[in-house]
């Protein structure tokens, strides 16, 4: 089921990235220096699987309570339109009743579509990540493999600054800890930012 999702998020990606390369405009924008930005919004909720590396004790899931998340991205160019982006994330993580963050450090790739004038951009993109969770009821010390297919939508209304929206879903398609495995459904999240 998780190597579906992610063959079709890539899939996804592939056509948009094809339609992208010929909506890239010739002049360079204030957008394609690239920059440093903050993103924070809602994940919905999803179901957590927790695999236990004992044979005494049986497999869990566990729902993965909706929460907040955000932190910092920095977009590094490649080439016109094109992007290297670099993001330190937390991510809340309620299960039961305890309450953690996940630290998700992530590499990504943007594109960049401009429309309307140039006054606003969709930058799809994935990315790909190391999570780490501390402890978070009876699971302790998980390292995570993170993913996300995500557009953005950068208003570029300011000369030195622009407002950004992102919807994306993302998943933990691998995560390994003391006593257990950890993996997650796909979940969506919504964002907002500003990108400098």
């Known amino acids: 089921m998780t ?3 992610l063959s079709f998020l890539v899939g996804l990606y592939i056509v948009v990235l094809a339609g992208s390369v010929s909506a890239v405009p010739s002049l360079d924008h204030r957008l394609d220096r690239g920059g440093v930005g903050l993103k924070l919004g809602l994940f919905h909720s999803t179901t957590m699987h927790i695999k236990s590396k004992r044979t005494d ?3 869990r899931e566990f729902i993965w309570k909706a929460g907040f998340n955000g932190g910092p ?5 490649l080439g016109r339109g094109n992007f290297v982006s670099v993001a330190v994330e937390l991510h809340d993580v309620q299960l039961m009743d305890d309450r953690e963050k996940l630290l998700d450090l992530n590499l990504g790739y943007k594109a960049t579509i401009y429309v309307r004038n140039h006054r606003l951009a969709y930058r799809p993109g994935i990315s790909a990540g ?3 969770i501390s402890k978070v009821g009876f699971i302790e010390k998980v390292n995570l493999v993170t993913a996300r297919a995500f557009v953005e939508m950068v208003f570029l209304s300011h000369p030195k600054y622009s407002y950004l929206v992102e919807f994306s879903v993302g998943m933990l398609p691998d995560g390994s800890g003391i006593l257990y495995d950890v993996t997650s459904n ?3 999240m919504l964002r907002g930012g500003i990108l400098l």
């Open 3 to 5: 190597k579906r999702i």
């Open 73 to 77: 991205f920095f977009d590094i160019r």
């Open 130 to 132: 190391f999570g780490y």
């Open 57 to 59: 004790i049986g497999d």
């Open 186 to 188: 796909p979940y969506v």
